[in-house]
Structures are given as C-alpha cells and as structure tokens.
C-alpha cells in the first residue's frame, strides 16, 4: 500500500543535510525543521489550488493568516494525524471562504453592530479559553501561559481594531471577523468536539490503506 510519511521525508531531508554540512549532531534538530517546512508546503500548495479553483484566493489568504497568527499564540483544538488536519483544514477555509464571498453582499449592508458583536464575542472566547498547549507541549511554567495568553489577546484585539476600521463594506472586515472566531470556536468544548468528529470519521473512512504522515 502506497504510503506518503512526512516524518521519513523530513529525516531524510535533514540527515542528509547534516552530513553535507558535517553537523551530525544537529540531525534530529533538522529533520524537524524539514518536516515542517515540506508540511506547510504541502498544506499551502493544496489549499491554494482548491481557492484559485474556487476564485476564493482573496479570502482564503485572509482567512488563513489571521487563523494562523492567533493559532500559534492561543493554540486550539487539533487532529490527531498531519493528514487529517490538512483534510479539515482545507475544507473548513475553503467552506468559510466561499460562504464569505457568497455572502458579502448581504453582509455589506449589515449594521457596523453586527460586526461589533462577533469581534465582541471572538474577544470575549479568546478571553474565556485561551491559551491552550498541545498534550505533547505543555507549557513550561505559570509565566509561560500568561505570556502567551496576553499576547494572544493583544494580537485579538489588534485585529479586531482592523475589522473595525474597515468597516462592513470591506471584505476584509468580516473576513477578518469570522476568521478571529472561528479560531476562538476552536478553543470551545464544542469546538473541540467538531474536529473530533472530523477526525474520527477520516479515521475511519482510512483504515484498511490510511495514509501515515
């Protein structure tokens, strides 16, 4: 059964690249950084081949650099294999893409209060279940949490203040918007629950050949 490892990718990548640069020591500390480097390559080339198939490139970009931003300061729910979170990923920027593009032209004639109340709402989640480490990467100390968890608030409400700004005219602002609380809704139990969900059934669609990453 054909089979697509990441994980084997990246060590090859990164011993092979210690030994070219005589820092054997160093191997496992490459392998890591090749792993994720081709992961993103992987996940940003398929992403944006599904947008520009769907002329969704605009929000999809948005989209992925605020989830993305906030993601790495406020941590969220997760699956539990690289191939898994690439499926979900993709389907869930995607979805809210189009949807966002669909919808704009009603959302540009919403009241600015509908737009104040879901940044208020994104706000008030990051505030409630932010930060979350993964199980494998606790954080290291009370300090570290607090660091990271104003940083992701800070980093909240700086976007928050931009989706303000622009206004509901903009794509950009609602874009933003729903970008900010879609990662807050995967600080949530529920939001927890749904990737579950997402990752149990591709669990479940894969045995028999699942594809190891």
């Known amino acids: 059964m054909f089979e697509i490892s990441l994980h084997k990718m990246g060590q090859a990548v990164g011993s092979y690249v210690a030994k070219k640069a005589s820092r054997l020591e160093q191997a496992e500390l490459l392998s890591y950084g090749a792993e994720i480097l081709l992961g993103s390559f992987v ?13 969704i ?12 931003l906030v993601r790495i300061l406020s941590g969220g729910a997760h699956c539990s294999a690289y191939y898994r979170c690439l499926i979900t990923s993709i389907v869930t920027l995607t979805a809210l893409g189009s949807a966002l593009k669909l919808m704009q032209p009603f ?11 879901t940044v208020l709402l994104s706000l008030y989640l ?4 932010a930060p979350q480490a993964p199980p494998n990467k606790p954080f290291e100390n009370e300090t570290s949490e607090l660091a990271f968890r104003r940083c992701t608030l800070l980093a909240v409400a700086a976007l928050s203040l931009v989706a303000i700004i622009v206004g509901t005219n903009s794509f950009m602002g609602w874009t933003t918007a729903a970008a ?11 939001g927890h629950k749904f990737i579950g969900s997402w990752d149990i059934l591709l669990t479940l669609q894969s045995k028999g050949g699942e594809v190891k990453c």
């Open 43 to 55: 996940k940003l080339s398929l992403l944006f081949s599904v947008a520009a198939f769907l002329h």
């Open 57 to 68: 490139t605009s929000e999809v970009t948005v989209l992925l650099f605020v989830t993305g």
């Open 107 to 117: 959302l540009s004639v919403l009241p600015a209060i509908v737009l104040y109340g």
């Open 126 to 129: 990051y505030w409630r279940y």
């Open 180 to 190: 900010l609380l879609w990662q807050a809704f995967t600080l949530t139990p529920v």
